[in-house]
């Protein structure tokens, strides 16, 4: 069984990878804790709500999180439209569940504490509220076994020719987690979630199997425009279900051990991972991270069909 916490920012892709966890298996899912990104705080949260709602999960915690960057002003894109999902958000029905009444932080912790065995961390937004968790709770770090991330380009960005999305935003909280701290870290960056798009053919099979299938779908069109305009890809690119495909079957992705680092300025690379792919005999100056650069990615791709069309 994968105890999972998924801390995320809904989200079109988040949508898909919350529905490819919430009724898997061998998956028990502790909670969904929401940060700000590719919407506003209040979008995600609701939208957090409303995704687990609609997999028949509302028993999931929902725990609020950062509404900014640790140390730098909101900064978005219209990659997911005015609700964070498409312009689908409004129909995919209202959740009847209210936020935990913890902050995710101490909703991390709680869960972290009480887990009889360590917790895979599987986030796929800002890492402002890992960042977080790791800089006021150290002592926690004994109970995660890993964090899973959706984060980082190492051979260029989404949001600008540099920059990843996900650590775009809060690039000081990336540099956190993917540098300076020493929690496992399994990175899943643009290098193998771009490889995974899949077309219409992969979503007609999701939008025809269920209901559920049906409304991911339906929320799908608006991000597709916006990576047809931006990066010339008339597919969809599902990044953050390829992060959480990994975190119930670890393995599916091909990990090298890489040093990182972040570009923290506030020029043309700001948001930036580096990855320094020299092979010397120098020992590297940071710990290293797991980067997956590799899959067989027509399994991939028929992981995630396959779960989402036969789960609902
Ligand atoms: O760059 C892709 C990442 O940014 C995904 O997590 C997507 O949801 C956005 O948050
Ligand atoms: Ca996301």
């Not at 960057?69 to 209202?94: E, K, S």
């Not at 320094?276 to 067989?296: C, Q, S």
Request: charged share 25%; aromatic share 4%.
């Amino acid at each position: 069984m994968r105890r999972l916490i998924i801390d995320t920012d809904p989200g079109v892709d988040d949508a898909f990878a919350i529905a490819l966890a919430a009724r898997h298996p061998d998956v028990d899912l502790l909670g969904v804790t929401t940060v700000a990104g590719n919407i506003g705080i209040e979008h995600t949260t609701r939208n957090a709500l409303n995704i687990l709602s609609l997999c028949g999960r509302e028993d999931v915690p929902v725990a609020v999180g950062a509404d900014k960057a640790l140390c730098r002003p909101p900064r978005t894109d219209d990659a997911h439209g005015n609700d964070g999902l498409g312009g689908h958000g409004y129909n995919i029905g209202t959740s009847s569940a209210s936020v935990d009444p913890r902050d995710a932080v101490t909703f991390m912790v709680d869960q972290l504490s009480a887990a009889t065995e360590p917790v895979t961390i599987v986030p796929i937004g800002p890492l402002t509220n890992i960042a977080l968790l790791l800089a006021a709770h150290p002592g926690i770090k004994s109970k995660i076994d890993r964090l899973v991330i959706m984060g980082g380009g190492i051979s260029g960005g989404n949001i600008t020719s540099t920059a990843e999305f996900n650590v775009w935003v809060d690039p000081e909280a990336a540099r956190r987690v993917l540098v300076v701290e020493d929690v496992p870290v399994t990175l899943v960056p643009l290098d193998i979630t771009m490889k995974c798009a899949v077309g219409d053919e992969w979503l007609s099979a999701v939008s025809s199997a269920n209901a559920v299938g049906r409304e991911l779908a339906a929320m799908t069109p608006h991000y597709r425009e916006f990576y047809r305009q931006e990066v010339g890809r008339d597919d969809f690119i599902m990044h953050d279900a390829i992060a959480v495909a990994e975190a119930i079957r670890p393995g599916i992705l091909k990990t090298t051990p890489l040093e990182l680092e972040i570009d923290c300025t506030d020029g043309p690379g700001s948001g930036a991972t580096f990855a320094d792919l020299r092979n010397g005999l120098k020992p590297p100056a940071h710990r290293l991270v797991d980067v997956a650069l590799d899959a067989d990615v027509d399994e991939l791709r028929a992981f995630v069909r396959d779960e989402l069309t036969s789960r609902y």
